[in-house]
Structures are given as C-alpha cells and as structure tokens.
C-alpha cells in the first residue's frame, strides 16, 4: 500500500497514535486524517521500503497518478514477495 495525499504528495506518513487510531499527515500540505481499525505496524519496514522505493518513483512522476499508484503497488507487491 502506498499512500498518496490529496495534494498528489507522496510525503504521507503516521504522525502519532491514539491507541488503535493512526493519525495519517502529508508533510507537504499538512492535511491530517485518522485511521481506526487497521493495524499499521513494522513502520520500520515501511519507512526502509519507502526510503528505497522514492528514488524510482521519482522517476515516474511525470506519469498520471493512477499508472504511478499503479506502477508503485506492483513494486511493493514485489518487495513483499521477496521478503518471503
Ligand atoms: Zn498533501
């Protein structure tokens, strides 16, 4: 899963925790959005994976957001395979 905010950035992560909610923030425009009832854990592994992939989608950015989204969620899909 990749989340994108409404801005188009790519720079959402979870700010902090109520309990079981996450608060989701976009560090570019700073809209804020609670989560309840997913766990969102190994937020290492997340921000590793994220670190890793943000140069190659850079390298998409000119494409439509859908195809990146796209092109992003098969990448990670192929992360989580590797990690098996
Ligand atoms: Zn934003």
Same mark, same amino acid.
């Not at 592994?45 to 969620?73: C, H, T």
């Given at each position: 899963m990749v989340v994108f905010c409404q801005c188009g950035s790519d720079k959402v992560d979870i700010d902090r925790w109520d309990n079981a909610r996450a608060l989701l923030k976009c560090y570019t425009c700073e809209r804020t959005a609670w989560v309840e009832g997913f766990t969102l854990g190994k937020l290492?592994?997340? %921000? $590793? !994976?994220?670190?890793?992939? !943000?140069? $190659?989608?850079?390298?998409?950015?000119?494409?439509?957001?859908? %195809? @990146? $989204?796209? !092109?992003?969620? %098969? @990448?990670? $899909?192929r992360k989580l395979m590797d990690r098996r």
């Open positions: 290492d592994f997340v %921000e $590793q !994976l994220f670190g890793a992939i !943000l140069d $190659q989608a850079r390298k998409y950015r000119r494409r439509n957001p859908a %195809e @990146r $989204q796209k !092109l992003l969620s %098969e @990448r990670f $899909q």
